[in-house]
């Protein structure tokens, strides 16, 4: 087992850009001039290695380049399991960083903000667009929302979207919301108390729900669910998965 170790310490070394991702890692794929991180890599419980290159090297290319015997490296034959994000995504990434750092604080005049009366809150804006910070569990930053004067919101393209969220406010182990949109989310913060996560889309309410649920287990989470039949699924769907809540205007529905 310590020589299995040591193993896996020297193939890090030998890589660069290498970082974790889910079970597994990314780095710069020593088979070509890779410029952002496209090798997604995981190692077995019994010590083997799995690869794969998501710009399209051969996995004998990685093998040799790495100067490994094929005994202990296999091709990943489903990179999915692996959980590594692709280039482009990656990209995005490096994109939502850079557009995020050189923004600036929300106006409080910005007409988005005067038509919900609302708080911008932790919001940056470039532009006459707002920008909504979209992040994963860890804090990393992966993408942003952009919402225009008029309301209308995109994301960066190519961007991760899937259980990234925004939290208004701070979370405890006694209530929490998780609402769709920003102004729903900022609304139920200012009139409640209560830190609200933002999940940005219907369908992203149970990945959401499940990342809130694994960090705060024993508080009482509650879905500030959109009325309209994509809301009432997604956030039903999520209360039943997490043993919470669903407020909707006038009425709470329980989950448990």
């Not at 890090?12 to 088979?31: D, F, H, N, T, Y």
């Not at 004998?60 to 280039?87: K, N, Q, Y």
Request: aromatic residues 8%.
């Amino acid at each position: 087992m310590r020589q299995k170790k040591n193993n896996i310490a020297d193939l890090l070394l030998q890589l660069s850009g290498v970082r974790r991702s889910g079970g597994g890692w990314i780095a710069r794929c020593p088979a070509h001039d890779d410029k952002a991180p496209s090798l997604s890599f995981t190692i077995t419980e019994s010590g083997r290695l799995l690869a794969h290159c998501f710009s399209g090297c051969s996995f004998e290319e990685i093998r040799l380049a790495l100067g490994l015997s094929g005994e202990h490296f296999f091709p990943s034959s489903r990179t999915t399991e692996i959980g590594g994000p692709t280039p482009e995504q990656i990209g995005t990434q490096t994109k939502a960083d850079r557009l995020w750092k050189t923004s600036w604080p929300a106006n409080p005049d910005h007409p988005y903000i005067l038509k919900k009366k609302i708080k911008p809150h932790q919001l940056r804006h470039i532009g006459d667009s707002l920008l909504v910070p979209m992040q994963d569990s860890s804090g990393d930053l992966w993408n942003l929302q952009f919402i225009g004067p008029d309301g209308r919101k995109v994301f960066l393209k190519g961007g991760r979207t899937k259980s990234l969220f925004t939290v208004i406010g701070e979370p405890c182990e006694g209530r929490i919301y998780i609402a769709e949109g920003f102004a729903t989310a900022a609304t139920v913060l200012e009139l409640t108390g209560d830190a609200c996560f933002l999940a940005f889309s219907a369908s992203n309410l149970p990945p959401v729900a499940q990342v809130v649920r694994r960090s705060f287990p024993d508080a009482e989470i509650v879905l500030a669910a959109d009325a309209d039949p994509a809301g009432e699924r997604y956030s039903e769907e999520a209360a039943r998965a997490i043993n919470g809540l669903v407020a909707y205007a006038g009425r709470v529905i329980d989950g448990r």
